[in-house]
């Protein structure tokens, strides 16, 4: 980066709609031509598990005149093979979406991971401040774990089966296409809706609205199951990993059992696993249970789909 071009990379916190944290602020090249900025990873040792992707949030900086655009591209490269592009997504938002990409064809392998922020297909620069963030490596597909606890331990995915009545499980994310009906939905106890206290929610950066009431009886352990309709425009971009976030400024309670149902023409549904944390906003509060926030703190959360 000589400076002649424009084009820079480099960490900073970041502002990207409602949400700031640590990230790597990048904008391609401006001055003199157009083109990309791109990040090159050291070797990195992809692990032989199911459903393993490579998983991150991009978008654009706060400020500026409204962007056309940056398009985010992964590329994997393999000693002695040509880079491929695992995935990419052409984003204009001032809010964070996740980009994951299926690393399925490099399990156990070793590859570096070149990310690049480009102008995109109209070469058009302006406001392009494009910024990544969350960058890792998950695994889409439960793995069976074995360890010794002394008490009862909660897992973090439950299967819909275990439901009641059980709910046969997604087979992919292309299952939310052919629905009717898709719903958030989760059990809540102490949740209020009222104007002071109630809570809202994001999917993948898109706005849910209010939550409605889920208060249950925290005084006899009681759940409320609930469930929040999904906008279309919201399913047709869910994607392996799907990040739900919470935000409420007052109220006490707690939640848990997060999933997305679908519904389909012939009245049957499915379920993605349950994500079955139990969080507890906040932490003092006297009914608190499982992992606790503190008061005003977003509750964030990764709903997994299967590809």
Same mark, same amino acid.
């Given at each position: 980066m000589d400076g002649k071009s424009g084009a820079y990379v480099h960490t900073e916190t970041v502002s990207c709609g409602d949400g700031t944290r640590k990230a790597w602020a990048i904008h391609p090249p401006y001055m003199g031509g157009t083109g990309y900025a791109f990040m090159l990873s050291e070797p990195v040792a992809v692990p032989d598990l199911p459903g393993i992707a490579f998983s991150s949030e991009v978008g654009i900086r %706060?400020? *500026?005149? =409204? !962007?056309? *655009? $940056? @398009?985010?591209? $992964?590329?994997v490269q393999e000693d002695g093979q040509q880079e491929k592009l695992a *995935?990419? /997504? %052409?984003?204009?938002?001032?809010r964070w979406t996740p980009l994951v990409c299926n690393l399925s064809p490099w399990r156990g392998k070793t590859v570096r991971f070149r990310l690049v922020a480009d102008v995109g297909p109209n070469d058009n620069s302006s406001a392009d401040w494009a910024a990544w963030s969350e960058i890792? @490596? &998950?695994?889409t597909e439960p793995i069976l774990q074995t360890t010794l606890h002394e008490t009862p331990v909660e897992l973090t995915y439950a299967l819909p089966t275990d439901l009641t009545p059980p709910i046969e499980k997604i087979r992919s994310v292309d299952d939310f296409a052919k629905a009717t009906k898709v719903e958030l939905v989760y059990d809540g106890c102490g949740m209020d809706a009222s104007d002071r206290y109630h809570s809202t929610a994001t999917l993948n *950066? &898109? !706005?849910l609205g209010r939550l409605p009431g889920a208060g249950g009886d925290e005084t006899k352990g009681i759940w409320k199951t609930v469930s929040v309709p999904i906008? =279309?425009? /919201? +399913? +047709?971009s869910l994607q392996s990993v %799907?990040? @739900?976030k919470i935000v409420s400024a007052e109220d006490s309670f707690k939640i848990r059992r997060f999933r997305l149902v679908a519904t389909f023409p012939d009245g049957s549904q499915r379920s993605t696993m349950l994500t079955n944390r139990t969080i507890s906003h906040p932490g003092s509060w006297k009914y608190a249970e499982g992992e606790s926030t503190t008061l005003g703190k977003p509750i964030e959360v990764d709903i997994i789909i299967p590809r």
């Open positions: %706060n400020g *500026g005149d =409204k !962007s056309d *655009g $940056v @398009l985010y591209r $992964v590329f *995935g990419e /997504i %052409n984003w204009a938002e001032r890792r @490596l &998950v695994s *950066g &898109v !706005s906008f =279309k425009e /919201i +399913t +047709t %799907n990040r @739900l």
